[in-house]
C-alpha cells in the first residue's frame, strides 16, 4: 500500500501559508505568502528513492509523504492502509484472473486530488463461472427434452452472458 502511495498517491498537492518569513532552497519566502507543494514530486525524489519513477513492492521504503507530515499528516492513514490491503486481497482471491482494461481508465482532473473516475476491469473468471452455472442449470431443467432444445438455453446462456459483459464495460 505504501509502494502505491509514495508511486502515485491520491494526494498530489497542497497548498500552505508560511507562518514566518523562512527561507527555502535560496528563496526567501515572507510570512503570510502562500507555498504550493507537489508531494508527487518529493514522493519521486531521487536523492530518497533508488529508481523513483519505477514501481517496486520490494523497495524498503524510507519515510514518503504521500500521507502528509507533522501536523498535516492523514489520522487515516494507518486505517487506510489496513482497508486497501483487504480489499486488494479479497478482490484478487474472488478474481485471480481479472484484469485492467487500459484503454478504458480515466482519470479525474483534478490538480489535487488523483484517482480514477474510471477503471474498467475484465472479470473473465466471474463471466466463465457464470456461464458454466448456466450451462448446467440448462442440461439439467432439459435432461430428458430433445438434444436440440438443450442447446437452445445453452446459446441463450452465452448470450445473456456477452450481453451483461457488454453491459459492465
Not at 108 to 126: F, H, I, K
Request: net charge positive; hydrophobic share 45%; charged share 25%.
Amino acid at each position: 500500500v505504501d509502494e502505491f502511495v509514495r508511486y502515485d498517491g491520491p494526494v498530489s498537492s497542497m497548498l500552505r501559508r508560511a507562518n514566518r518569513d523562512v527561507v527555502i532552497a535560496g528563496t526567501a519566502v515572507p510570512k503570510d505568502s502562500f507555498l504550493f507543494s507537489m508531494l508527487i514530486s518529493a514522493n519521486r525524489d531521487p536523492r530518497q528513492f533508488q529508481t523513483p519513477d519505477r514501481l517496486d513492492f520490494d523497495r524498503p521504503l524510507p519515510l514518503h509523504v504521500g500521507f502528509g507530515v507533522g501536523i498535516h499528516r492523514c489520522v487515516g492513514a494507518f486505517m487506510a492502509r489496513i482497508v486497501v490491503r483487504e480489499a486488494v486481497q479479497s478482490f484478487m482471491r474472488r478474481f485471480p484472473n481479472s484484469r485492467i482494461i487500459d484503454e478504458g481508465c480515466v482519470w479525474q482532473r483534478n490538480t489535487s486530488l488523483r484517482g480514477l473516475a474510471v477503471m474498467p476491469v475484465d472479470l473473465a473468471e466471474l463471466r466463465r463461472r457464470q456461464f458454466l452455472e448456466r450451462l448446467f442449470v440448462a442440461i439439467e431443467l432439459h435432461v430428458g427434452d430433445r438434444l436440440e432444445h438443450a442447446a437452445g438455453h445453452v446459446v441463450a446462456a452465452a448470450q445473456q452472458t456477452q450481453h451483461e459483459v457488454a453491459d459492465e464495460r
